[in-house]
């Protein structure tokens, strides 16, 4: 058998190369042998085991320069701009040697959110203070409200109140906008408009108080002992007369006989307003109500919230009568105006107070209008209270 001798061509490692381990594992050997031969020693720093995984690199042309990119190179420009400087091979950067080294970034302040400011109650415009003008169109247009308008004339208006607090609740508002926006307390000082009031509070009264005999005269033992005598032919103001009775007593005689259902209304105004227009409350004492819902509705009724406008006015009028009975005759015109003003001032200053201790009125504990028990702050217990309290009132 005839033997060839190995090709000259591939004797580049010597015979030594072509060893009994297989064709496969000479093959690797002789490609190892010569990418060494091919690649400068540079890239062998570190040699990868599979020539076919090493990225290829074209060997740097002997003087030119080497290309430096810029940062604001873009692929178009990195093509054509050069770098004839000197060459440093840069080295690689720690990721965590940048973060340490790098100088804090000063931190812009967080800008605090715009404090809500509350509502201001003189200012009309605030859309949150609108309700406290919902007076006004009953005011100036009480012929576009004939179901809640009782009554009006040129200078006042009867109303019946939206949320009423017991089962009669009306409020009395003036037309004259003098008096609009002025505490009532204040505004009831005015000699004059003092007296319009007073016509307005009688004629108020009586209409709240036949409301409530249409309401619960039947179920009254006052009312119902009145119809029996009336029932039997007994003329009551006969015999009043007869027992030489002036007419006033005869009518007293009569109303005594019934129920006196107008001294069942209380009158009188709040020491701190809700609503901004001049208002007196007409309201019955029962408060019974199903809008009646909170402690602060119930104590918003009762002194030292609540102020009754016939005490105030006897309480004015007694230290009006206490001064003039001795003094009057020989004080002077000047002396008698500054009296007067003393008197506007420490009012005012009472009003003033009144109004700064108004919410901690409301906060006092809960007690009966009728019997007086003491209920601390259990409103659910004084409402089931104020149920049997309202079944025995109204049967009178």
């Known amino acids: 058998m005839r033997t060839f001798p190995p090709p000259t061509c591939l004797d580049i490692g010597g015979p030594h190369l072509l060893s009994s381990a297989g064709p496969l594992r000479n093959a690797q050997q002789l490609m190892q042998k010569a990418t060494d031969a091919i690649l400068p020693d540079s890239h062998m720093a570190n040699p990868v085991s599979h020539p076919t995984k090493r990225k290829s690199h074209p060997p740097p042309i002997p003087?030119?320069?080497?290309?430096?990119?810029?940062?604001?190179?873009?692929?178009?420009?990195?093509?054509?701009?050069?770098?004839?400087?000197?060459?440093?091979?840069?080295?690689p950067r720690?990721?965590?040697?940048?973060?340490?080294?790098?100088?804090?970034?000063?931190?812009?302040?967080?800008?605090?959110?715009?404090?809500?400011?509350?509502?201001?109650?003189s200012n009309r415009s605030n859309p949150a203070n609108q309700w406290r003008y919902a007076f006004e169109h009953y005011i100036t247009h009480p012929e576009d409200h004939p179901r809640e308008v009782v009554y009006y004339n040129e200078n006042w208006v009867l109303i019946r109140d939206a949320y009423p607090k017991a089962s009669v609740h009306l409020l009395l508002l003036t037309r004259n906008p003098d008096f609009w926006f002025i505490h009532p307390l204040i505004a009831l000082q005015d000699a004059s408009?003092?007296?319009?009031?007073?016509?307005?509070?009688?004629?108020?009264?009586?209409?709240?108080?036949?409301?409530?005999?249409?309401?619960?005269?039947?179920?009254?033992?006052?009312?119902?002992?009145?119809?029996?005598?009336?029932?039997?032919?007994?003329?009551?103001?006969?015999?009043?007369?007869?027992?030489?009775?002036?007419?006033?007593?005869?009518?007293?005689?009569?109303?005594?006989?019934?129920?006196?259902?107008?001294?069942?209304?209380?009158?009188?105004?709040?020491?701190?307003?809700?609503?901004?227009?001049?208002?007196?409350?007409?309201?019955?004492?029962?408060?019974?109500?199903?809008?009646?819902?909170?402690?602060?509705?119930?104590?918003?009724?009762?002194?030292?919230?609540?102020?009754?406008?016939?005490?105030?006015?006897?309480?004015?009028?007694?230290?009006?009568?206490?001064?003039?009975?001795?003094?009057?005759?020989?004080?002077?015109?000047?002396?008698?105006?500054?009296?007067?003003q003393e008197k506007r001032e420490e009012l005012r200053e009472s009003v003033e107070t009144r109004m700064r201790e108004a919410p901690e009125y409301l906060k006092r504990d809960l007690v009966c209008w009728k019997c007086g028990e003491g209920f601390g702050n259990r409103f659910a217990a004084l409402k089931e209270h104020l149920e049997g309290e309202f079944e025995r009132w109204k049967r009178i």
């Open 63 to 91: 003087g030119e320069p080497k290309r430096v990119k810029k940062d604001s190179d873009t692929p178009s420009e990195a093509s054509d701009d050069f770098n004839t400087s000197t060459h440093t091979t840069a080295q």
């Open 94 to 121: 720690n990721a965590f040697a940048i973060l340490m080294s790098s100088s804090p970034q000063p931190r812009t302040p967080e800008t605090p959110p715009p404090q809500k400011k509350p509502p201001d109650p």
């Open 193 to 340: 408009f003092a007296a319009s009031t007073r016509t307005q509070v009688t004629k108020g009264r009586r209409i709240a108080g036949s409301e409530l005999r249409r309401l619960y005269g039947h179920e009254s033992a006052l009312e119902n002992a009145k119809a029996n005598l009336l029932s039997q032919g007994v003329d009551l103001a006969a015999e009043a007369d007869a027992s030489g009775a002036e007419d006033e007593a005869a009518e007293a005689t009569m109303a005594m006989l019934g129920r006196d259902w107008d001294a069942e209304v209380v009158v009188g105004v709040h020491a701190q307003p809700s609503m901004a227009h001049f208002h007196v409350h007409f309201i019955s004492r029962d408060l019974h109500s199903p809008a009646l819902k909170n402690k602060k509705h119930y104590n918003s009724f009762q002194a030292p919230f609540f102020v009754g406008l016939e005490r105030f006015w006897n309480r004015t009028e007694a230290g009006r009568n206490g001064q003039t009975e001795f003094e009057e005759h020989d004080m002077e015109p000047a002396e008698r105006q500054r009296r007067e």
